[in-house]
């Protein structure tokens, strides 16, 4: 097992994050610091949790490009209704904007189940549908710090056993995402159906259904990553996490996630968002101007996705030569 | 559940007319809602009716349809290329640096094509070369280029363009008829041509359907998605000319999400987003629809961010309406 490890994709992705830690240690020690380590898991755990749902969509050969604007939709409606209701516990704000993004993905899902339309589409109509939606009900107003109730924005920075409460969000979201997929039946039939659509129906998978499901709960992290993104930078407005879905499809491919579906795992997707949040912490720190920030995210995306394309080639003899792969 | 297979692609036994009577009615449909619309917006505003206006209008859709031209080859044969609003950073901002040195006119158009070229082949032979899917390629090579764009440029911006080059973008041919529509048009036939008259073009609906049928039927597979993607990047090179002509400045973020409104144009057009089927003429009424709907919204002093809501609603209204209604009919 420790072998098959070794050998792993995830091993050299987890090699190639430490090697990058280290690199950024030579110009600046203080990089390496458990302390310096923790901001940076905790700056990049709204990317973990966002990655995490992506996985599963990614798995089962679809793709969501909403999952930003969903973010932003479910953090504007946190703040609204935090200033609308002063009072209001945080809790009930929290259960309202995670049900809220399942709500959303799960439009997404029963448009690509019951309607048949690719989700691609699907998530890039939504995709402006929702950015336009938190302009209608903020009337393109922002919500600004002093708005917003001392409880709503003290819960993602309360500190619980020396870690930040949104640090404990990714990863109580890791570890129920490694148990949902190594041990329940829906966890599984997301990659039977990623794996071999045809093959998932003739073992009674429902195909659309299991898709529908990945949305949904896709969507539900989107909602619960608002309520975060919105109470720890405390503002929200039309904006925020704008073009953000692509930083977390990069997360995906970095993690080596296929994006013609079937292959993933909850590590990879870990290692990926953290491989992207290293690189956008480590950036001032080794004094780059932060303007390099996406074109080396787009450089790892590729090279990223060159290295995932060899490691995935079948073995053995091809007897018949496909001509181009779908995308 | 026959649904569930539909993510693979297929071929009907022979075709039928009644298939042919469908995709007919795609490009009839688009006809009546942009007729739809037509109506509705010269009832909603007095100054929609008026040539100048209407002129103006044409701004909205004629660089993102030059390349959702080359964007629905690109989509017939089976790929995408979601990088095209980046190439426009990236050539902007080459056309920008030229112009510093004095390039003039016909040198820095030659610089944007060119820019579009070399990213266009740089995808393409990702995508072709390395056997990788263009989805992924072309959203690292869209942070790629617009990043190398925010490398040169920072929070900064070019100007200083020679006064000659604002011809091509706002430049007038004859009356109300812009240099843009004149390129628009003649893209249109070009394209027209090119997909539904020649060789090339059924090799790209051949590719679009069955790569591997494609592929021992002679056609050379990878060299004619190389062929689009080159072809897309150089009409991407042309838009960046056009807007960066007609706004007389380059900042890195020109044209964010561009490559969403292109493929959105595209498959309301009636293109399939799998691959495989569509036509050049769908593409122009989609055009048309999408710059009614956005000028007569403008009109009524909607806010721009609004307006997406209809797009969005349009894109998926469009092709989710015919599927409902065949749903309901087979009830």
Redesign the interface.
């Given at each position: 097992m420790l072998r098959r490890f070794a050998l792993s994709r995830e091993a050299a992705l987890l090699a190639a994050l430490i090697a990058l830690c280290l690199l950024i240690a030579t110009r600046f020690s203080g990089f390496i610091t458990p302390a310096n380590l923790g901001r940076v898991f905790n700056d990049s755990a709204p990317l973990i949790i966002l990655t995490l749902g992506q996985m599963i969509v990614i798995v089962t050969?679809c793709?969501d490009l909403s999952v930003a604007a969903n973010l932003a939709l479910c953090g504007m409606v946190a703040a609204l209704l935090n200033v609308a209701f002063p009072g209001l516990p945080v809790i009930v704000i929290i259960t309202a904007v995670v049900l809220l993004g399942g709500l959303l993905g799960a439009f997404n899902g029963i448009?690509i189940?019951k309607?048949?339309?690719?989700p691609?589409?699907?998530t890039?109509?939504?995709?402006?549908?929702y950015?336009?939606?938190i302009?209608?009900i903020s009337d393109?107003a922002w919500v600004n710090s002093h708005e917003m109730s001392a409880p709503f924005k003290a819960l993602p920075r309360a500190v619980f056993l020396g870690l930040p409460v949104l640090s404990w969000c990714a990863i109580v979201c890791v570890a129920g995402f490694a148990l949902m997929i190594a041990r329940t039946p829906l966890g599984r039939s997301f990659f039977a159906v990623g794996g071999n659509?045809?093959a998932?129906?003739y073992t009674g998978i429902?195909?659309?259904r299991t898709q529908f499901m990945a949305f949904t709960i896709a969507g539900a992290l989107s909602g619960l990553t608002g309520y975060l993104w919105v109470s720890r930078y405390a503002v929200a407005y039309?904006d925020i996490a704008g073009?953000f879905e692509?930083d977390v499809?990069?997360a995906c491919?970095i993690g080596g996630i296929s994006?013609?579906g079937g292959i993933g795992s909850v590590f990879g997707a870990v290692l990926g968002a953290l491989f992207l949040g290293v690189i956008k912490n480590a950036l001032p720190v080794v004094d780059i101007?932060p303007?390099?920030?996406?074109?080396?995210?787009?450089?790892a995306?590729?090279v990223a996705?060159?290295l995932n394309?060899r490691s995935n080639r079948p073995k053995g003899r091809l007897i018949?030569?496909?001509?181009?792969?779908?995308? | 559940?026959s649904?569930?297979?539909?993510?693979?692609?297929s071929l009907p036994d022979r075709l039928t007319t009644r298939a042919q009577r469908i995709f007919r009615s795609w490009e009839a449909l688009l006809i009546v809602v942009a007729i739809a619309i037509f109506i509705a917006n010269a009832i909603a505003s007095p100054y929609f009716l008026n040539a100048w206006n209407l002129s103006d209008a044409t701004f909205n859709f004629t660089e993102k349809a030059m390349i959702a031209f080359a964007m629905a080859l690109l989509i017939i044969a089976?790929?995408?290329d979601l990088s095209v609003a980046a190439i426009i950073a990236l050539a902007s901002t080459a056309m920008g640096y030229a112009a510093q040195f004095g390039v003039d006119t016909p040198g820095l158009m030659l610089i944007g094509l060119g820019t579009g070229v070399l990213c266009g082949a740089f995808n393409g032979a990702?995508v072709t070369k390395?056997?990788?899917?263009?989805?992924?390629?072309t959203?690292?090579?869209?942070?790629?280029?617009?990043?190398?764009s925010?490398?040169v440029l920072?929070?900064g911006a070019y100007r200083g363009y020679p006064e000659s080059f604002a011809w091509v973008g706002q430049g007038y041919i004859w009356w109300v008829f812009t240099v843009e529509m004149l390129i628009f048009a003649l893209l249109a036939v070009v394209f027209g041509v090119l997909l539904h008259r020649t060789n090339f073009g059924r090799a790209v609906y051949a590719?679009g359907n069955n790569?591997?049928a494609?592929?021992f039927s002679g056609i050379r597979?990878?060299r004619v998605?190389f062929i689009l993607f080159v072809l897309t990047g150089l009409m991407s090179g042309l838009a960046a000319v056009c807007l960066t002509s007609r706004l007389g400045s380059t900042r890195?973020s020109i044209g964010?999400g561009l490559e969403?409104e292109v493929?959105?144009m595209v498959?309301l057009g009636g293109i399939n987003?799998?691959g495989g089927s569509g036509t050049i003429p769908g593409g122009v009424i989609a055009a048309f629809v999408m710059g009614l709907v956005t000028f007569g919204l403008g009109l009524l002093n909607v806010?721009g961010?609004?307006?997406?809501?209809f797009?969005?609603?349009l894109?998926?209204g469009v092709?989710?309406l015919p599927?409902?209604f065949a749903?309901v009919r087979r009830r």
């Open positions: 050969r793709i448009l189940w309607v048949g339309i690719p691609i589409v699907v890039l109509g939504t995709l402006t549908i950015r336009g939606i302009f209608l393109g659509p045809h998932a129906v429902n195909v659309g039309v073009g692509l499809i990069a491919v994006i013609a101007s303007f390099w920030q996406m074109a080396i995210s787009g450089a995306i590729i996705v060159i394309s018949l030569r496909t001509a181009g792969r779908k995308t | 559940m649904d569930a297979t539909q993510t693979g692609r089976g790929e995408i990702l390395l056997a990788l899917p263009s989805i992924v390629v959203i690292g090579t869209m942070s790629l280029f617009r990043g190398i925010f490398i920072g929070d590719i790569p591997t494609a592929l597979v990878p998605k890195p964010v969403l493929v959105t498959v987003i799998l806010p961010i609004v307006m997406s809501i797009i969005g609603a894109l998926i092709i989710a599927r409902l749903m």
